[in-house]
């Protein structure tokens, strides 16, 4: 695994954590944080305690990333974030495109198109993510999905950046159901992934970070991080818990 390759663990707590619960999580889990120091963590911690996290872990490698950001830098967009105000709090990278934004909330691969060269101007590192439907998967559209999804949302991105992005393919069945994909399921997706890189660059697409999410817990980490493609996990409901978060992180191979 080249160095642009080591593995990240990220843990996406979603709507999930109070300050005060963010801060009972650091004080359990920073201590023993520094067991692999070959393995990047990141926390994604509702924007709320984004400050929170990046003050407590000041000093730590541990990387503090947002879950969702708006493309322009500032103007008349009631709710939104931008990304010079997440550097400001000290967050270093962004999830964009996670599919509950896609299906709740009507993110469209038009502004991710936008996002993610935003997000790489402002100094943070793009966590997109990308996935089919069960409906997709049955129908045999996983592969034209997730071409769609990575050269629609990349389209902005020049070549000699796309290392700079880590991809994280969440098959959407599997967010949340407890219906792991198998590792030959997450491998050949993301061996998908990452041929289709190729296409932009063949030197470029063997040192992108490529994740799988959906379903990741302590008793399925070291399996799903052993396939030669997966470079990591992105973890929702598991990564809640400092003990079973900090068990992820130790599967992942050495
Ligand atoms: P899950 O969520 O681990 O709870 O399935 C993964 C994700 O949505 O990133």
Partial sequence: ?????????????????????????????????????DVDVAICPPYTALRTVAERSAGTPLIVSAQNMHEREGGAFTGEVSAPMLREVGVQ?????HSERRQLFGETDVALQRKVPAALAAGLVPILCVGETEDEREAGETERKLRHQVQADL??????????????????????TGNTATPEQAQDAIAFVRAL???????????????????????????????????????????LDPGEFAAIIAAAPR
Avoid: H
């Fill in 197 to 239: 890189l190729s296409d932009r660059s063949p030197a470029v697409a063997a040192g992108v970070r490529i994740l799988y999410g959906g379903s990741v817990n302590a008793g399925n980490a070291a399996e799903l991080l052993s396939q030669p493609d997966i470079d990591g996990a992105l973890v929702g409901g598991a990564s």
């Fill in 1 to 37: 695994m080249s160095n642009e390759r080591r593995p990240l663990i990220a843990g996406n707590w979603k709507m999930n954590k109070t300050n005060a619960e963010a801060a009972e999580f650091l004080d359990e889990f920073l201590p023993g944080a520094g067991d692999r120091p």
């Fill in 155 to 176: 389209a902005e991105v020049e070549d000699d950046r796309l290392t700079q992005i880590t991809i994280a393919y969440e098959p959407i069945w599997a967010i949340g």
């Fill in 93 to 97: 990278a962004v999830v964009l495109g």
